[in-house]
């Protein structure tokens, strides 16, 4: 720390992302990218003419893209923003709506960024418990006096509410915002979007990183009512009203417009997902029930850690938190089903050398 740092930022522990290994071949199954690559349509982006207009500013407004996701999600344009990543738009979310007399509820298991940005933007928040079986207990949620922000599906539990509990939690909250962030619906939950017109409070937060296969391209996007939307461009527009890159914004249209190949990556990650479920359980593995493009899972009579570091020693990259509630869980992306059989034959082999399993099962 440098003695310039100003005191307002002294005391804040950044996110910290999973590893990003750049020179050794790991199965890389720990930041829950898919293994899919992004859709062929967007080679056809990368063209001289592109490249030349590089030299203009980017459209502030990103109007192509907004008009595509509108087309795709049934919903206006000015019901849209577009963002850096979901990040950019969780962090535009919290700096609009929250502060230190309204604050902000959250899991106290869920997406790490939530806490950051609230000490960060110096926001109240409440982390409210899961229940032991890392369940949401939607009563907790009823009658707050803060704004509320939930994945769904939760990270790294992968559980998901249904609509009818998202219904619930907003009826309950007329006066309050609730932020869904819907990182993972695609892989199998129903996203709430078609709420936004008849709930004013929800804002509904999306990524291209997961389902879409562009993590590296940093493309987020949120819906909800005009008035919400016109909020967080007031944010965005004090602070980098260039925010999405050329490139990333027309990669990101020829994606959202190749729809067959997005389903079909889609089905094969439930597919592989329902797959290696199978398996572990098989090997006496608790796993929590899954919408997500992972699993959240605890192996019988060995230690989280031990196995996360076993697995990465022989090449496989997974996610651990030494955090107390999770401490005996491990996060496991789907990778490709060959990545999986591999995980699978791996574990195995973990679990014969610490004598938890015998040979020849
Ligand atoms: C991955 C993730 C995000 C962030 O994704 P971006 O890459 O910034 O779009 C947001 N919320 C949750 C719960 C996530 O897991």
Request: aromatic letters at 12%; glycine letters at 4%.
């Amino acid at each position: 720390m440098s003695k310039f740092l100003s005191y307002k930022y002294k005391n804040i522990k950044p996110y910290v992302p999973g590893e990003q290994p750049q020179n050794i071949d790991y199965i890389k199954l720990n930041t829950n990218e898919n293994p899919y690559p992004p859709s062929k349509e967007i080679l056809n982006i990368i063209n001289e003419n592109n490249l030349n207009s590089l030299y203009k500013y980017c459209d502030p407004e990103v109007s192509k893209l907004k008009e595509a996701i509108a087309k795709y999600y049934k919903v206006k344009k000015e019901q849209i923003i577009v963002g850096n990543g979901s990040d950019e738009i969780l962090a535009f979310a919290f700096q609009a709506f929250n502060d230190e007399k309204k604050g902000i509820a959250f899991p106290n298991i869920s997406y790490g960024f939530y806490k950051v940005f609230s000490q960060l933007y110096k926001i109240k928040f409440k982390e409210i418990k899961l229940t032991s079986d890392f369940k949401i207990n939607i009563n907790d949620y009823f009658d707050l006096d803060s704004n509320i922000v939930i994945a769904n599906p939760n990270a790294p539990t992968g559980r998901y509410l249904p609509l009818e509990d998202i219904v619930k939690i907003l009826e309950n909250n007329k006066n309050n915002l609730v932020i869904i962030d819907e990182a993972y619906i695609d892989f199998g939950g129903e996203s709430c979007i078609s709420l936004v017109d008849k709930y004013k409070n929800l804002l509904v937060i999306q990524t291209f990183s997961k389902s879409r296969s562009l993590a590296g391209a940093r493309i987020g996007f949120a819906i909800a009512n005009e008035e919400i939307i016109s909020d967080l461009n007031k944010i965005k527009f004090s602070f980098n009203p260039y925010n999405v890159n050329q490139l990333s914004s027309q990669i990101a249209v020829a994606s959202i417009n190749d729809i067959d190949y997005f389903n079909e990556c889609n089905q094969k990650i439930i597919k592989t997902r329902e797959y290696i479920v199978k398996k572990l359980l098989n090997l006496n593995f608790t796993i929590l029930p899954s919408k997500a493009n992972f699993i959240f899972v605890k192996p019988l009579n060995l230690d989280a850690k031990l196995y996360f570091s076993e697995l990465k020693k022989k090449g496989i990259l997974v996610r651990y938190w030494d955090k107390e509630e999770i401490s005996g869980f491990v996060r496991i992306t789907i990778g490709k089903e060959e990545q999986m059989e591999k995980l699978y034959e791996i574990t195995k082999e973990i679990l014969i050398e610490n004598k938890i399993l015998k040979e020849g099962i």
